[in-house]
């Protein structure tokens, strides 16, 4: 099956630093990336993704980055703020041979750290 | 439209009791799961399901049953809990397609003596 890898597992950024963490997946097949942002005691919630037709794709503040090639794929966070403090999960997804369910295959997580 | 509702909230269980953790979700999806988060290992698949009447396994399937009871709701049974399934579990579900993302719930805090 596919092995998603995540790093850093923590990171701890001043407000306004860039913030960015990087995931690496072993399934070629993969097409679909998927980011999503937990806070303490909450639900993870999408953030982000990319489907695998496009290299960049920006919402505001967050970007995240593709290298088919490499297989890895990037979070990016500008100008970060202390609201941005939670833990960031990377994921990636390939069609099930014989049906298009698709199973989605996490990291294991980043803890982000914004200091005021 | 609440999107994806997980009951309970909260559970306390001794160990071999059984309990039934319930999801139903109003988006009209037709694709279901269920997860586990440890600390530092992140979500962890347990059963998946595609729709009504198909459940498969994934991870982490040992020691729980799941039903798909209709298109809406998808439970996860623990038939005689252990200590090791203290966790916290997140139901989620996602639209037809395997390139779209799946919403949570607010998951359910199980522990078990």
């Known amino acids: 099956g596919e092995n998603v890898e995540q790093h850093p597992s923590t990171l701890s950024v001043q407000e306004g630093d860039s913030a960015v963490i990087k995931c690496t997946y072993s399934d070629s097949a993969s097409n679909y990336f998927p980011w999503y942002k937990q806070e303490l005691g909450k639900r993870p919630q999408l953030i982000i993704d990319?489907?695998?037709?496009?290299g960049e794709k920006k919402d505001q503040r967050i970007a995240v980055t593709l290298n088919k090639t490499a297989k890895h794929f990037s979070l990016h966070i500008t100008e970060t703020q202390p609201e941005d403090s939670a833990v960031y999960f990377c994921a990636a997804s390939r069609p099930d041979r014989g049906s298009t369910l698709g199973r989605l295959y996490f990291g294991r997580g980043t803890q982000l750290t914004v200091w005021p | 439209n609440a999107g994806v509702t997980q009951t309970p909230k909260f559970q306390v269980l001794k160990t071999g009791q059984s309990m039934t953790l319930q999801c139903a979700q109003d988006?009209?999806?037709?694709?279901m799961y269920w997860y586990r988060q440890d600390p530092g290992m992140g979500l962890r698949l347990i059963y998946y399901s595609a729709s009504e009447g198909t459940t498969d396994k994934g991870e982490v399937p040992n020691g729980y049953n799941v039903s798909r009871l209709n298109k809406r709701e998808f439970s996860l049974r623990l038939e005689s809990a252990a200590p090791s399934q203290t966790s916290v579990y997140f139901c989620a579900s996602r639209r037809q397609g395997w390139n779209q993302p799946q919403h949570f719930g607010d998951g359910t805090r199980l522990s078990i003596l």
């Open positions: 988006m009209n999806h037709n694709s």
């Open positions: 990319i489907r695998s037709n496009v």
